[in-house]
């Protein structure tokens, strides 16, 4: 685990997923990297990153 409390939705999903700046800004748009605006930044909470990643959600079937 992290010592960083928030990072930035650049770095998450590069860090987590190898994702490019504007696909990790994209995936926050959608809800898939959890964020929480502080002023006018948007951070990544590392702990509920983290955490949703430990409990992978179910997906629909096609």
Not at 29 to 39: L, S, V
Not at 40 to 58: F, G, I, N, T
């Amino acid at each position: 685990m992290s010592d960083e409390l928030t990072i930035s939705v650049p770095e998450a999903g590069r860090r987590y997923f190898g994702l490019c700046r504007n696909s990790a800004y994209a995936a926050a748009e959608r809800g898939d990297i959890p964020t929480i605006k502080i002023g006018r930044l948007l951070k990544v909470p590392v702990k509920a990153l983290e955490q949703m990643l430990d409990s992978p959600r179910k997906t629909e079937a096609a």
